[in-house]
């Protein structure tokens, strides 16, 4: 689907503007209710995590807008579409909670908290299990906003996907716990590779195999004007099955 490197950025194109205005106006409704702003603010009040939180449509639309792009022609066929994520981030990212500890915020600081998604904290110990098994992830810049840029590793999503293959084995992967592998491997992506900014503006889109390390920048001018944030949609429809997301799609 999306060959050696793990990612794909798209052009601008009139049916995604159309999509992502529709996305900003209701986002911005979203974003200045204060009891949604309480329950979703993290990071000293620089993240707005906003899972779930746009009002999409199980075929990807909004408001009766479709979701419409060229990244279509690289998406494997879907049942249907989650509700959207809300993401938007703030000047001063990436903060801090209180009580937070050292090793959060320093992974945040330098690595950009570099991760893949599905794979959750299960336990007081935190080990992880692939507990959500997404197909892609698609991204959706709903402000012209560059600060705070997702990151992505090129060419991650084949050593951590080999990594998972090979802990996961015949077993369910909800059940195995993957932690020892995976932290191994994003050791070594980070070591290796050096990650690249996506940042098309609004009507542009890119995609991520969901096995490419990703993660969201510093933001680096406070005098950049933003006054909705650095706002992205992002999808991640779950697969069908096991098979399906541990296919060897990645070379």
Known sequence: ML??????????????????????????????????RRR??????TWFVGVDALPTGTEGDIQG???DGPFHADLPPL??????QLSIVY????????????????YRLTRAAAHVDGLLRVGAEGRRYPLELH????????????????????????????????????????????TDAYVAARRQVLDRIRPVPLVPPPGGSFLLHRFTLHGT???????????????????????????QWLRPDWS
């Open 3 to 36: 060959g050696s490197e793990g990612y794909r950025i798209y052009p601008v194109h009139a049916g995604t503007l159309h999509w992502a205005a529709t996305a900003l106006a209701a986002g911005r409704r979203i974003a200045a209710d204060p009891e949604v």
């Open 40 to 45: 979703n603010l993290r990071h000293g009040e």
């Open 65 to 67: 807008v479709p979701l």
């Open 79 to 84: 049942r249907s579409w989650p509700l959207a």
């Open 91 to 106: 000047p001063g990212y990436p903060g801090r909670d209180p009580g937070e500890s050292d090793g959060g915020y320093i």
């Open 135 to 178: 197909g892609f992830i698609l991204g959706l810049p709903l402000t012209e906003v560059r600060q705070a840029p997702t990151l992505c590793w090129p060419g991650s999503h084949r050593i951590i996907g080999d990594a998972l293959v090979e802990a996961v084995g015949d077993q369910r992967p909800e059940d195995v716990d993957v």
């Open 217 to 243: 920048g510093p933001w680096e001018d406070d005098r950049a004007e933003a006054p909705d944030g650095r706002m992205t949609a992002f999808f991640r429809p779950e697969v069908a099955t096991a098979a």
